[in-house]
């Protein structure tokens, strides 16, 4: 079965950098765009970033425009969100997923906390 499984959050002074990876399992990585999305307290989930089946396009939302990365190693079905210049109101558990055949396929969820 499909399963997408988050993990690199923390606790993070304003500044400071954190990497996300998401690993995946039970379909062809390597076919698939893949997207970071965020939830804060209280909040819609958002989109953060998208990146193409074979990483060549990138795209992000403004809010983290310039100061976040998204990337994947395909022979590691895994994808990665490096996360640099943290703010307080990035404060979210970020979830990756993965759109098969107009199915939406969502990890866990890993918290990332930016105080000081």
């Known amino acids: 079965q499909v399963q997408l499984v988050e993990s690199g959050g923390g606790l993070v002074q304003p500044g400071g950098s954190l990497r996300l990876s998401c690993i995946v399992s039970?379909?062809?990585?390597?076919?698939?765009?893949m997207r970071w999305y965020r939830q804060a307290p209280g909040k819609e989930r958002e989109w953060v970033a998208v990146?193409?089946?074979?990483?060549?396009?990138?795209n992000y939302a403004e809010a983290v425009k310039g100061r976040f990365t998204i990337s994947r190693d395909n022979a590691k079905n895994t994808m990665y969100l490096q996360m640099n210049s943290l703010k307080p109101e990035d404060t979210a558990v970020y979830y990756c997923?993965?759109?098969?055949?107009?199915?939406?396929?969502w990890g866990q969820g890993t918290q990332v906390t930016v105080s000081s």
């Open positions: 997923k993965v759109q098969l055949r107009s199915i939406d396929y």
């Open positions: 039970g379909f062809t990585f390597s076919t698939y765009a």
């Open positions: 990146i193409s089946s074979a990483g060549n396009v990138r």
